[in-house]
Each structure stands twice: as C-alpha cells, then as structure tokens.
C-alpha cells in the first residue's frame, strides 16, 4: 500500500529491469535520472548481480519501496522476478512498462504471460512515449489511492460519530481542515 509522503519523505520507487539488457539501458537511465525526479519521487535501483547477496538486498529495497516499476525489453532477469513476486506478496502496487517490437528471450517471454494474467501493463516505443506514460499512470496511481485513504478516513470519522467516542475539538477541526 502506498504510503502518504511529504516533501521531507518522498514515496520511493524501486526500477526493476534486466539493467545488463541493451534495448532498454537508455530508457532506464532516463527514467532513473530525469522522469522519476519530475515528479518528486525517489528512485531505487534494483541491482542486475546473480549472486545471493545481490538478490536478498534487491529484495529488501522492493520492501521498503512504496511502487515497483519494471521495465521489460528482450533480457531475463531471475531477479526481476524475484522484485515482482516480492512487491505482489507484500501488495506494492506495480507498473509494468514493455519496449515495443522487440523479440523476447524465450523465458522472458514465459515471464511477460504470467504478468499479462495478473496484471495490467503498457507498452511503449521510444523515450517521449515512455515519459507520457510513465508519469500518467503514477499520477494515476497516487490519485487512486489518496481517494481510498479518502474513503478510510470518512469512515473513521463515521465510527467515531456513531460510537460517541470524544476527541477534543482541537483535533477534530485540524482533521476536517485536512479532509478540505
């Protein structure tokens, strides 16, 4: 679940891809450096190693990380599947972006099916579609949920009404001034 950032504490997103992966190399770079910024969020990169230790730190960032963007081009990485599998587990939201007419290793392949029964995902061409993209469905993604934390909060204020339960009217007016 995503959670509520202030300009102190920007929400962190985790850039999982096959970084040794030529085809989207560029666009991961780009993404990492220039499209996650604009939109205050802070990126955290996935680390492309084999090795153990490499998988279970890639796996502790997916944890801490409040949306998982994977970027697929024609490589397999069994740690990026490793990330996707993790943030389903712990209910991170994820966006899956595919770089369009390229041919798929054939496990990678295998890999897209699976997500293309679980999850939605988008594909895109070059750099400028990518950026569009991109930004539209993480702003997309942060609406949604700040209107379910909406939601939540005015049935608090509903349990509240109901079961008599007093809060000081201080910090009942600093909640209201919060929910305008």
Known sequence: MIRISSSFNPLKIFISSSWTD???KEECHKIEKEYIPILHLKP???????????RLNSIKKV?????????LGVKYSDIVVDEYNEAKAYDI????????????????????????????????????????????NIMDLISDRFRQYQEIYKAFLGLLDNYAFKIPKRLLDKLNKLNE
């Open 63 to 71: 944890r801490k990380s409040d949306i998982i963007l994977i970027i």
């Open 44 to 54: 955290i990169i996935g680390n492309s190693g084999s090795d153990d230790p490499t």
């Open 93 to 136: 939201p994820i966006l899956v972006f595919v770089k369009d007419r390229l041919e798929m290793e054939d496990s990678l392949l295998h890999f897209f099916e699976k997500i293309k029964r679980e999850k939605s995902y988008k594909r895109f061409e070059d750099l400028e579609d990518l950026k569009v993209e991109l930004i539209e």
């Open 22 to 24: 030529d085809t989207i």
